[in-house]
């Protein structure tokens, strides 16, 4: 006799810790969209009042440049206070930031912010900027309270929810941004950032998260040894005793790496297709099918191998990017971004899912903010780059150079060819590197790594003040097992 079906494990995001863990989501999505709606605006609008594009490429930099920059330290104050403390500070950092913003705004001549070269328009952005990067705390702390309120087998549809509002975001985020820009400037956008703001500071206030008490300074659990600060040397000692875990940060930073270049270009090729409003509505096309990728992650998970299907998952987005180039339409550009915005978030919650299992709970702020300041450090060098290469090397090599003598017969010349060629050369680069890790030792390590502690529990176990709660009541207080 058949043994009965066993229904896969589903999120119950309507009771207990889980509950906890839906509103702290809608939280950080609230709070990021209008965190993002400052950048894009800001933006926005310092094209429109300088028409520089010098000025937009210098406010894209500062803000990567800041987020790589700050990444570790927002780790260690994420592991070394309470997640809703550190949720509740960086919005009200932020909220600070933005009203000294709107101040500036209303008290400066609308003619300074015309001169891209005015000391005023720079205060303004740099402190725009600033109000934004305070909110980068939020998305350290997030995959931590994954593991705080979810359960092992299910963090990884967790990770697919998270993924989703990271698409959510980007949707209503372009959308918001310029409607508020050309119905009042920044007036709007920052009115409409600080009401937010204060909004979701009420809201967390009524919000228990079951933390047994804060982690000690430095990381280290209740009771336990910790350095505090900090502590690069000792989240470096934690990130290299996990067998793979620095491969697989170092992977994704080469993976962000080659991604700036395809990035930096990406709107110049797009935009040689098809016009600017058809562009517009294809992004926000696409960044829906990101929602539909993240919910197809909280559906059916990510499988027992994570760290197989990171790869495999950025094999076929590199074999996409490779291949679209190939044919001068928008069709073929539209197949692979699709593709491309689908798998995105079963690689994210495939990274932070083998995160969360190998890192003990009290460092996770401190590795999880550790990757991110070396990932995102790494898309600004091409991102700088690929632009002066692009158009001093590759474009004349395209257009009356050896290259188009080579291959200009059946692949094109000029200038959008010569991008194509770039985004060619990139998807072999990014599918090269994706097929030698998976053939890798490292892999194997981190793999074994992954099983290990998926049938043992020895990296996290259970994590500090993972309690049940009861939300029914405002107010309603831990209840310990």
């Known amino acids: 006799m058949p043994a009965p079906e066993v229904a896969p494990p589903r999120l119950d995001l309507r009771s207990g810790p889980q509950r906890v863990f839906a509103h702290l989501l809608v939280s950080n999505a609230v709070v990021g969209v209008v965190n993002y709606t400052v950048w894009f605006a800001v933006t926005f609008w310092v094209f429109l009042e300088t028409r520089s594009v010098f000025a937009t490429g210098m406010i894209a930099g500062i803000f990567v440049v800041a987020t790589a920059a700050t990444g570790i330290w927002f780790g260690s104050l994420v592991d070394d206070h309470r997640k809703r403390s550190v949720l509740q500070v960086s919005a009200l950092v932020s909220a600070g930031v933005y009203a000294v913003c709107l101040a500036v705004y209303v008290l400066t001549p609308a003619a300074a912010f015309t001169d891209v070269a005015s000391w005023r328009l720079w ?51 372009s959308v918001i941004s310029g409607v508020l820009v050309a119905s009042g400037g920044m007036l709007h956008v920052l009115l409409l950032a600080l009401i937010v703001l204060a909004a979701s500071v009420l809201h967390l206030a009524r919000v228990q998260v079951p933390e047994a008490r804060a982690t000690a300074p430095g990381g280290g659990a209740p009771g336990g040894a910790g350095t505090g600060g900090v502590d690069l040397r000792g989240t470096w000692r934690l990130v290299r005793g996990v067998p793979g875990l620095v491969p697989l940060i170092a992977f994704s930073c080469f993976n962000n790496l080659i991604a700036g270049g395809f990035m930096a270009l990406m709107d110049a090729y797009g935009l040689s297709l098809v016009p600017v409003q058809v562009w517009g509505l294809l992004w926000g096309g696409l960044s829906a099918v990101m929602i539909v990728g993240g919910l197809l992650v909280a ?5 027992h191998r994570p760290v197989r299907l990171l790869l495999l998952v950025n094999a076929c987005a590199w074999t996409a990017t490779a291949l679209f180039p190939l044919a001068h339409s928008v069709v073929t550009l539209t197949a692979a971004m699709v593709v491309f915005m689908l798998l995105m978030p079963f690689a ?35 991102a700088f780059l690929v632009g002066p290469i692009t158009q001093f090397l590759v474009v004349p090599f395209m257009t009356d150079g050896a290259g188009a003598a080579a291959i200009g017969g059946w692949f094109g010349t000029g200038q959008t060819r010569a991008i194509a060629l770039v985004f060619v050369v ?51 207080t831990a209840k310990h097992p």
């Open 123 to 173: 205060v303004f952005v740099v402190l725009c900027m600033a109000g934004v990067v305070a909110g980068n705390p939020r998305g350290i702390a997030l995959p931590t309270l994954v593991t705080l309120l979810v359960p092992a087998d299910l963090r990884d549809r967790a990770n697919g929810l998270v993924g989703t509002v990271s698409g959510t975001s980007m949707l209503v985020t």
């Open 299 to 303: 559906r059916v998970g990510l499988g």
């Open 348 to 382: 994210e919650a495939a990274e932070q899912t083998v995160l969360q299992r190998v890192v003990p709970y009290e460092r996770q702020g401190r590795v999880f903010g550790f990757a991110q300041s070396v990932e995102q450090s790494a898309a600004p060098v091409t």
């Open 426 to 476: 990139t998807g072999v680069v990014g599918l090269v590197a994706t097929l030698a890790a998976l053939a890798s030792p490292q892999y194997r390590a981190l793999a074994t790594s992954y099983a290990r502690t998926t049938a043992t529990g020895t990296a996290t176990g259970t994590a500090p003040g993972a309690v049940d709660v009861d939300l029914a009541e405002p107010g309603a």
